[in-house]
């Protein structure tokens, strides 16, 4: 009984750095494992509205100014998901306003990158410019009530476009996506804004002096509340009661 024992406490002892080589060594996990891993989830039906809105603006050192705007808002109530696109300019003293002569080269590489991309790049005095990417998610379960979008449908493929004495505004629907930009006059610089992908780029390239930028994109989120007598919510616990049987 006794060899038996220690028979069996050998070949045990002899398997575990078998084991803990095999089950427990520490790997590298790759890039594209880790870009399919999701830390949380929404349930479907849990997101009752969704809406984009988009927008630059280019002020130059004379007042004169440019604006793109660009807003989707969709629901249960939606039938066909469209973008309205607004552009407005403003006249400052019109007089004074100096050609930029700053020369910025290279980027490239920044119309290729993944995820969120912003640039500022100046090759002149006293500029101010400004990225923001935010997203906004209410949890009350209330969409945006009697909500009235307003402008220029963009249709797939579309241009809208805007002038005044700042520059040229473009918004554009293209390969699944969005594009708003902006050319300045007097060889001042140049903007733009796209989303579409999964990227989204923000991008602003100054040649002159004392101007003001500013691109903006905003995503709005408005989830249901489910309460834990949900059957959507009661089924998915029901499926994770099951997986105890299993030894999970």
């Known amino acids: 009984m006794n060899t038996y024992r220690w028979l069996t406490v050998m070949c045990l002892v002899a398997s575990m750095p078998v084991y803990a080589s095999s089950g427990f060594k520490p790997i590298e996990v790759k890039d594209s494992e880790l870009a399919e891993l999701r830390g949380r989830y929404v349930m479907p039906g849990r997101i009752i509205s969704f809406g984009i809105v988009m927008s ?42 100096t050609t930029g002569t700053g020369t910025v080269t290279g980027g490239a590489g920044l119309g290729t990158g993944q995820g969120v991309v912003q640039s500022v790049r100046a090759a002149g005095d006293g500029n101010t410019a400004t990225n923001n990417v935010g997203i906004n998610i209410n949890e009350n379960g209330l969409a945006p009530a009697n909500l009235v979008q307003s402008g220029q449908v963009l249709v797939a493929g579309g241009t809208v476009t805007g002038t005044s004495g700042a520059g040229n505004v473009s918004v554009s629907a293209a390969n699944g996506g969005l594009q708003m930009a902006i050319q300045a006059n007097h060889n001042q610089g140049n903007s733009v804004q796209q989303i579409g992908g999964g990227n989204v780029l923000q991008g602003t390239v100054l040649q002159g002096n004392s101007n003001f930028v500013n691109n903006m994109t905003q995503l709005n989120v408005v989830m249901g509340s489910n309460g834990l007598n949900n059957g959507v919510l009661n089924c998915n616990l029901d499926q994770l009661k099951g997986l105890r049987t299993l030894g999970y």
């Open 56 to 97: 630059s603006t280019w002020t130059n050192a004379v007042g004169d100014s440019i604006t793109g705007k660009a807003s989707m808002q969709i629901d249960s109530s939606t039938i066909t998901p469209q973008f309205y696109v607004q552009t407005t300019g403003g006249t400052g003293t019109g007089t004074g306003q």
